[in-house]
């Protein structure tokens, strides 16, 4: 109902810049909440950021606050990641994803989220 395709990915030096979008289309008038979750290999899949698709409210994991933004574009039903300050530890592959339901409670838990896209790796070299 809901398809979500990233892009941006790729490799950056540490203290580098990158930005991730995610297209969405479809029933997109189902989304209240669009999120970027990260995976590292052997990590589970942790939250990084979400926003409220109408008003633009946004909510950050801890450990990205005052370096990732995320904004939305609803004219093209886009959704972006400005990341900045890159550390190592940022590399995974990230994830769009759109949340149906209506709530800012237990924004941070992947199972809130009925579609995903397929993800673009992110790489920070030290």
């Known amino acids: 109902q809901v398809q979500l395709v990233e892009s941006g990915g790729g490799l950056v030096q540490a203290g580098g810049s990158l930005r991730l979008s995610c297209a969405a289309s479809?029933?997109?008038?189902?989304?209240?909440?669009m999120g970027w979750f990260r995976q590292a290999p052997g990590q589970e899949r942790e939250f990084v950021a979400a926003?409220?698709?109408?008003?633009?409210?946004?909510y950050y994991a801890d450990s990205v606050k005052g370096r990732f933004t995320i904004s939305r574009d609803n004219a093209g039903n886009t959704v972006h990641l400005q990341m900045n300050s890159l550390k190592p530890e940022d590399t995974a592959v990230y994830y769009c994803?759109?949340?149906?339901?209506?709530?800012?409670?237990?924004?941070?838990?992947?199972?809130?989220?009925?579609?995903w896209g397929q993800g673009t790796q992110v790489t920070v070299s030290s």
């Open positions: 994803a759109a949340r149906i339901k209506y709530g800012s409670n237990s924004l941070h838990l992947p199972s809130e989220y009925a579609y």
């Open positions: 479809g029933r997109t008038f189902l989304t209240y909440y």
């Open positions: 926003i409220t698709w109408s008003s633009g409210s946004t």
